[in-house]
């Protein structure tokens, strides 16, 4: 089939090597989508066609693509020092990424979330945050403290720990969890909250989730909580008011860590640097990977507050974290990076997506009458779209309207019936209502 494709389409290779992550190669292989290139808030097609990019890549480009000064200075850094390691030995421009990391911490100066940890995507972000947690409450004489706890509906990545603490059964199903994991409920309530701008009214209470679980296994046994501050990934879940405040509360009651993974959400995505500036709630450590480099080399990092780094430093060796990457701090990625955040600092990124939120929530929610359109959340610079499913085909409406915007030159991202939005930072208003006609007229259609 492959032959075929490459017969009918001059651009496009063989597709049969690369066993695509997340995806049914043979589905792909029947109509692939390839994008070859990207400028701005578009990419091209390989049949030449614009695609309007309403998803920032994978929820990633935030100053939007093609950025110059990024790949300057990529291509300068490759030059200069291609890579050097980070284990016993050092370079400067890890120190000074960190220090210009440290300088924007999630919560600002006085949180003291200014300690950073460099892992290469938000998968590591979350198994390092982990286990800083764990190794965190046993040198403070907490050893009893193993288990971990997430969410229903949570998505930490696809390491052990991300998917022990994740809470999404196709992603566990096949693989050993953890010992001791355990969840909280979601906080999707649409019976109470359905087509809420920005946070739901109804639902502070779900956080007591944690006193149970706390009842139920002992505080002495909890390391840590994590969630995402909005759950991106199983399709733009808000917090309802007063919900994170409340989970901080019992958190610091109880003795336990809590961790926010705000791998979606950091950079910008809700128009503070961070949702832990956007929410005023201060977690321990904060995950972040894919928009600390506009998504163009793998990195992330976890900031932690100085109290959990410093505890971690007190051992007779110095060092209490056996943990660590090759490319921890990798020089290329920190040039991008630090490229990265002159860019968002220069351009007011981090804060743009608070003028649009308005325009963007508007957009959005004037999708509210559209056929089979049973929810829409809207905060920051995201949206989900809820569709209800075909009872006898759960997922392929939502997919249908995916592949019908694609076909409209829109990139949008489907999770199972549900429609995600989150743009390029640097996205005007004429493309955010192109964005909802032309998903309103994928809707119309697939109805
Ligand atoms: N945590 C969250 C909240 C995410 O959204 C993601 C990716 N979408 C991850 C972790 C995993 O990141 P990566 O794919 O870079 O490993």
Not at 124 to 145: F, H, M, N, P
Not at 204 to 214: G, M, T
Not at 364 to 374: K, Q, T
Not at 388 to 396: E, L, M, Q, S, Y
Request: charged share 20%; hydrophobic share 40%.
């Amino acid at each position: 089939m492959s032959e075929n494709l490459s017969e009918t389409r001059p651009n496009t290779p063989s597709l049969d090597a690369f066993w695509m992550p997340f995806t049914a190669n043979r589905q792909f292989k029947a109509s692939p989508r390839m994008l070859v290139s990207a400028e701005g808030m578009h990419y091209t097609a390989d049949d030449g066609r614009r695609i309007l990019d309403g998803t920032a890549g994978l929820w990633c480009v935030n100053a939007g693509h093609g950025r110059r000064g990024i790949a300057e200075a990529v291509a300068h850094q490759l030059e200069r020092l291609d890579f050097a390691p980070t284990f016993q030995m050092g370079h400067p421009i890890a120190f000074d990424f960190a220090e210009r990391l440290a300088a924007i911490a999630p919560g600002g100066p006085e949180a003291g979330l200014d300690r950073v940890f460099l892992t290469n995507s938000g998968s590591e972000s979350v198994d390092t945050a982990l286990k800083i947690a764990l190794a965190y409450q046993r040198a403070i004489g907490q050893g009893t403290r193993t288990r971990l706890i997430g969410r229903e509906r949570g998505y930490h990545g696809v390491g052990f720990g991300g998917i022990s603490v994740g809470g999404i059964v196709t992603n566990r199903r096949a693989f050993p969890q953890l010992p001791g994991a355990d969840h909280l409920r979601h906080t999707h309530d649409p019976a109470r909250n359905a087509f809420a701008k920005g946070q739901p009214e109804h639902g502070a209470d779900l956080a007591d989730d944690l006193e149970r679980l706390v009842q139920l296994h002992g505080a002495e046994t909890i390391a840590a909580c994590i969630v995402e501050p909005v759950a991106g990934s199983t399709g733009v879940l808000i917090p309802p008011r007063g919900y994170l405040e409340r989970l901080r509360e019992i958190c610091t009651r109880h003795g336990i860590l809590l961790i926010f993974d705000e791998v979606i959400t950091g950079f910008g995505r809700l128009g503070t640097p961070f949702a832990t500036d956007f929410f005023g709630v201060v977690p321990d450590l904060v995950t972040t990977a894919k928009g600390i480099t506009n998504g163009t080399v793998p990195m992330g990092a976890v900031f932690a507050r100085r109290a959990v780094h410093d505890a971690l430093m007190q051992g007779p060796d110095g060092i209490e974290l056996f943990h660590g990457y090759t490319y921890s701090g990798h020089p290329v990625a920190c040039a991008a990076g630090i490229a990265t955040l002159d860019i968002y600092a220069r351009e007011g990124l981090l804060t743009r997506a608070a003028e649009l939120a308005g325009d963007w929530a508007s957009a959005m929610h004037d999708l509210r009458a559209r056929a089979h359109v049973s929810d829409i959340r809207t905060i920051g610079l995201v949206a989900g779209i809820e569709l209800t499913p075909r009872p006898d085909a759960p997922g392929k409406r939502a997919y249908e309207v995916f592949t019908d915007c694609f076909r409209r030159g829109l990139l949008i991202r489907v999770t199972g019936d549900i429609i995600a939005l989150s743009p390029p930072l640097i996205v005007e208003r004429d493309e955010i209502r192109e964005m909802a006609e032309i998903v309103g007229a994928a809707i119309d259609r697939v109805a």
